[in-house]
């Protein structure tokens, strides 16, 4: 597929701002998939670490469609074993933070179940990560 | 001995009995716990973002005040009991030590409080009696021996991760085995004690809790534990409270009850605990250990 220049630039730009915002070098990644493999929300994903990686280094903006980010819980799992250093939760953080910073949250407080028995330890966290 | 301490939100609402029985423990060891006045929110998750220094405010504050407290006491340590509080409030530190410019824009921006100067060591309770008490004073303070209770230890993650400001080994953890093992409790390794019990997912993602707890839960058993024990408040609500919906998807399911570690050394000093405030009652294994 060969992509038109404007198209290109849009898509440099995507990934200047992952890595502006999230400090890493999305280019160090060698698509070894320890992220993937460590990952404990894995299975929940609908594109495991190691392909949102490959998908930034080409500008590809169809991750912020995916449910990547949310289910990332932050564990830093991924970054301790990163043999690059890429620190992915930040990665994943500078997704959440790209569509937030639109104004989109990506939970509806008003319908959370069972909010009265939930700690606020566990709102905090939730609302920090989920809402702008 | 006092040192400063910060509480944080958990420990002073529903799971106060995680700090009432630290500070019995620490009692024990003429060790004072001096709450940080006027303490924040610690923000509870750090903000990973590099822009985002709004995030960090809070944590700098109590960290101020940690700096004030501690020039009256003849300290730098700020201890932290919450692994979350520890974790948050440590990254921060870390960062307005290695980025004079963003702990410039936070001081510039807390206008009612002197300056942070970045000096204060966050420590966790954990990693505080290992390098200035002792396990082994710790052991021989104690007024009984856990008599062989079969406890796994659960870190989850953010007293291992990430690297620069883990207590212990990120893959396989030793303080809290060495720790319980002196005590007398029997430890059990398991392949789940650094892995994520799904976190703040539990607000809006419950069934992926629900299935971490009943895997976590269930591999602690099938090696052999009587009990977890742990140090984070988030982690101990889907470990203990979250077995009840473990219960209602997997009716077989077997619980177990969860510890605080200061629960389990206010133990060793011959202290009760406040079994009511456990969704899992511990009356039945400590029972069985002949430690009630």
Redesign the interface.
């Known amino acids: 597929m060969e992509l038109k220049e404007d198209e290109i630039a849009k898509r440099e730009e995507f990934t200047r701002r992952v890595e502006e915002l999230s400090g890493q070098n999305i280019f160090a990644c060698y698509q070894c998939g320890r992220c993937s493999a460590g990952c404990p929300m894995v299975s929940k994903m609908d594109a495991i670490p190691s392909m949102i990686m490959r998908l930034l280094q080409f500008g590809d903006m169809r991750v912020l469609e995916k449910n990547t980010c949310w289910v990332c819980a932050s564990c830093y799992t991924c970054d301790v074993r990163c043999p690059k250093g890429i620190d992915i939760a930040k990665v994943m953080e500078a997704l959440r933070q790209i569509k937030l910073r639109t104004n989109i949250n990506n939970i509806d407080i008003g319908k959370i179940e069972g909010i009265e028995e939930l700690p606020q330890i566990a709102l905090i966290a939730n609302f920090r990560k989920n809402t702008g | 001995m006092d040192i400063p301490y910060f509480p944080?939100?958990?420990l002073k609402?529903?799971?106060r009995y995680f700090e009432d029985s630290a500070r019995e423990f620490f009692a024990e060891l003429g060790i004072n716990l001096v709450e940080l006045p006027e303490w924040n929110?610690c923000?509870?998750?750090y903000?990973?973002?590099?822009?985002?220094i709004m995030?960090h405010i809070a944590s700098v504050r109590n960290l101020v005040h940690a700096q004030e407290l501690g020039k009256k006491l003849g300290t730098n340590k700020l201890m932290t009991l919450?692994a979350?509080c520890y974790n948050t409030l440590a990254q921060v530190n870390a960062l307005a030590r290695s980025r004079p410019d963003d702990l410039k824009t936070a001081n510039e921006f807390i206008d009612d409080l002197p300056d942070y100067e970045a000096q204060v060591e966050v420590v966790h309770a954990l990693s505080f009696l290992n390098e200035n008490v002792s396990f082994e004073k710790v052991a021989k303070l104690a007024k009984r021996k856990l008599n062989g209770l079969r406890v796994a230890p659960y870190y989850g993650?953010l007293l291992v991760?990430?690297?620069h400001v883990k207590i212990d080994d990120?893959e396989k953890p030793a303080l809290m085995p060495k720790l319980f093992g002196l005590l007398g409790a029997t430890v059990v390794d398991f392949p789940y004690s650094v892995?994520?019990c799904?976190?703040?997912?539990?607000?809006?993602?419950?069934d992926?809790v629900v299935e971490?707890t009943r895997t976590i839960i269930g591999s602690a058993r099938e090696n052999g534990a009587d009990a977890i024990v742990l140090s984070c408040?988030?982690c101990e609500?889907n470990l203990d409270?979250r077995q009840k919906d473990v219960r209602m998807k997997y009716p077989g399911f077997e619980r177990m009850p969860v510890f605080y570690f200061t629960e389990l050394l206010a133990l060793a000093m011959g202290k009760k605990i406040n079994m009511g405030a456990h969704y899992v009652s511990p009356e039945n294994v400590l029972k069985k250990y002949g430690l009630v």
């Open positions: 944080g939100c958990s609402s529903n799971t929110c923000g509870t998750v903000s990973l973002t590099t822009d985002d995030r919450c979350m993650c991760r990430p690297e990120r892995e994520c799904g976190s703040y997912h539990t607000v809006n993602m419950k992926v971490k408040p988030l609500f409270e």
